[in-house]
């Protein structure tokens, strides 16, 4: 991962090629799944990494290259979840996740 992304201390950036296969993750994103595996996800798929319903949705969002955004809070942490697919010359390249920290106290602006 590019080094200006790689340190980020409020998201997790997760990329899986047009395979479904995990290519690169951020330090913050080994440290979310280090349970898991973390930097060893790398190489893996992305489908054998979620339970079924999670399977279904991650096969949605390649085949039909939507985006999917919803937020988690877990142990106290309020998360947004931004994933969405990649292009690479207007051609689908892959999947990749945003999981980004939500501030406790965080300010909402309507501008016009």
């Known amino acids: ?16 090629d047009k395979d479904g296969e995990i290519i690169d993750m951020n330090e913050r994103s080994a440290n979310t799944f280090e349970n898991s595996g973390g930097k060893a996800l790398i190489g893996k798929k992305l489908l054998d990494c979620h339970p079924e319903k999670a399977r279904n949705i991650i096969k949605s969002l390649a085949e039909e290259q939507k985006t999917n ?4 809070e ?14 690479k010359n207007g051609v689908f ?4 996740e ?11 602006y309507v501008r016009n």
Do not use: R, W
């Open 69 to 72: 955004v919803y937020t988690i």
């Open 98 to 108: 945003f999981s980004i920290i939500i501030p406790e106290d965080i300010p909402h």
């Open 74 to 87: 877990k142990n106290g942490v309020k998360k947004l979840i931004y994933q969405t697919p990649c292009f």
């Open 1 to 16: 991962m590019d080094s200006k992304f790689n340190e980020l201390p409020f998201m997790a950036i997760t990329v899986a």
């Open 93 to 96: 390249d892959g999947l990749i």
